[in-house]
């Protein structure tokens, strides 16, 4: 096509707009569409890290406040669950005497008590009884709960119950003779005791 045989006139003014028209279209297309997108990836990522950035600043402002309530509670939980006392021997006869004294508010009268060795359990030692007794059925059952809901909490180890023979033609006594385990954990060093 040559240049005497492009139209003139408003003919040639129309196809001159469309042809510019398409230029510039072809020109947002290749240009400025992406730089568009590239913009607006940047601004989304750049508000990101600006709300990313006043969630940390405000999580590191409760950072120290976090920390406190964390020390009061590993506070709190290790007096709830450890026995009291400043050794083994101790922390074993409160252990014993926690046990009298569920024992008597359930109507169990204790035949023998015999101390365990102490044990690491991680940063706890495991202190130790073994009891014999004889109850009911029924006071047996309450000292169980008893223990089960003491606190600190105590842990119920190699539980035996034999029931007891009345003579022929006696009635039957309900008796039962028990030997038990009963655990409590207390805080302290674990040097010199080795685990099993």
């Known amino acids: 096509m040559s240049i005497a045989s492009m139209p003139t006139g408003w003919q040639g003014r129309l196809l001159a707009l469309f042809l510019f028209i398409v230029a510039l279209g072809g020109i947002y297309l290749l240009v400025a569409a992406p730089l568009l997108d590239l913009y607006a990836e940047r601004e989304k990522t750049s508000d990101d890290r600006r709300m990313l950035l006043s969630r940390l600043k405000a999580t590191t402002a409760e950072v120290p406040a976090l920390r406190a309530r964390v020390a009061e509670a590993r506070a709190a939980s290790t007096n709830m669950v450890a026995l009291e006392?400043?050794?083994?021997?101790?922390?074993?006869?409160?252990?014993?005497?926690?046990?009298?004294?569920?024992?008597?508010?359930?109507?169990v009268a204790l035949g023998s008590t015999e101390s365990l060795p102490a044990e690491v359990r991680g940063d706890h030692r495991r202190i130790g009884v073994r009891l014999a007794l004889n109850a009911t059925y029924d006071t047996l059952m309450t000292l169980l709960a008893k223990l089960e809901t003491a606190m600190p909490p105590l842990v119920i180890d190699n539980l035996q119950v034999r029931g007891l023979l009345s003579r022929p033609g006696a009635p039957p006594t309900g008796r039962v003779d028990v030997r038990l385990d009963v655990y409590g954990f207390r805080t302290g060093d674990s040097r010199g005791v080795t685990t099993p």
Do not use: K, M, T, V
């Open 85 to 107: 006392g400043a050794s083994d021997a101790i922390a074993s006869a409160n252990l014993q005497s926690r046990i009298a004294e569920h024992a008597a508010a359930a109507g």
